[in-house]
């Protein structure tokens, strides 16, 4: 039994049940049982992996394409190079070794993380350690300024609500407690003035999700940019709209039932991007990429080639699996996606569609 279940157990016995956002909210940030607040979860001895744990090309190439948007808005200095949900520090650490020849470019960076796990804070500082680096719980108190900002698999770990076709309406989907375990059930049917545009392109009993809170870091992201200056790099798996249940659990790098055991296992869902674009105005949008195309347009196979050159046995056998991994459409290729948010006058940046 997760040392989470009993308190989730009297909790929706004393209040009833709850919806699937309180349900991630508390596994994932509760002070003594949350999952992000207790370990390390990433790697071989976690429950996932991200790109940027992956291979250092990932970080190489992000970087460098900040440096450019930076470069395209006439190098301002001083500016903010963010991250929101910085994992490690693996993917800032590529960042900043791949800028570190750019001219001025550290010079004006003021380095910031956005992140609320103290686990994950000791290792984000561990891999930065030279660098001046100053931490948020919030994207809000991040000062004002020209802004470049990097997400990567950061929006997918929001609380979710859940909601499920009924007629011209909705019934969200919540869980409850029956011989002490969690079981799904729904709420009553109601109208929801935030969906009303879903009822156009759904059907009886179809589930559509709602990220309410990355729609305010959306909005703010998009204000900053669009105020100061600067660029958001978004990486996640999802699409343009959501539609159908992507909630998950991984545990052990495999997938589990999400109810099974709360506080334990990684909670996420697909991310829609298009709600995030509109939220974002008046910055501009680029199209979702699929993240192996935005990656070949920057040149991930000429560097994989170079690096490739240095290698041989196990490394060259590891290094070419991992430019599948992030690049082919069987792999992270198709399902992540990647999206920028610049002020509506700057130049396109590279590798995205308009």
Sequence with gaps: MSALLPALVARIARTGPISVAEFMTDCLLHPRHGYYTTRDPLGAAGDFTTAPEISQMFGELLGLWLAQVWMDQGAPAPFLLAELGPGRGTLMADILRATRSVPGFHDAARLHLVEVSPALRARQAEALA??????????????????????????????????????????????????????????????????????????????????????????????????????????????????????QALRDHAPVDPLSCPGEADLTAHVAFAPLAAAARPARASQPTAQGVFLERLGITARAQALAARLEGAALTSHVAAHRRLTHPQEMGTLFKVMSLTPPDAPLPPGLDP
């Design 130 to 247: 030279g660098h001046d680096v100053t931490f948020h719980d919030h994207l809000a108190a991040l000062p004002e300024g020209p802004l470049f900002l990097v997400a990567n698999e950061f929006f997918d770990a929001l609380p979710i609500r859940q909601f499920q076709r009924a007629g011209a309406g909705w019934r969200e989907r919540m869980i409850g407690v029956e011989d002490d375990r969690l079981i799904w059930g729904l709420g009553a049917e109601m109208q929801f003035d935030l969906l009303a545009d879903r009822l156009a392109d759904t059907t009886e009993g179809q589930i559509v999700e709602l990220n309410a809170p990355a729609l305010p870091l959306a909005e703010d992201l998009g204000r900053r940019i669009a105020a100061h200056g600067g660029a958001a790099l978004i990486v996640d798996y999802g699409d343009a709209v959501s539609i159908g249940d992507t909630f």
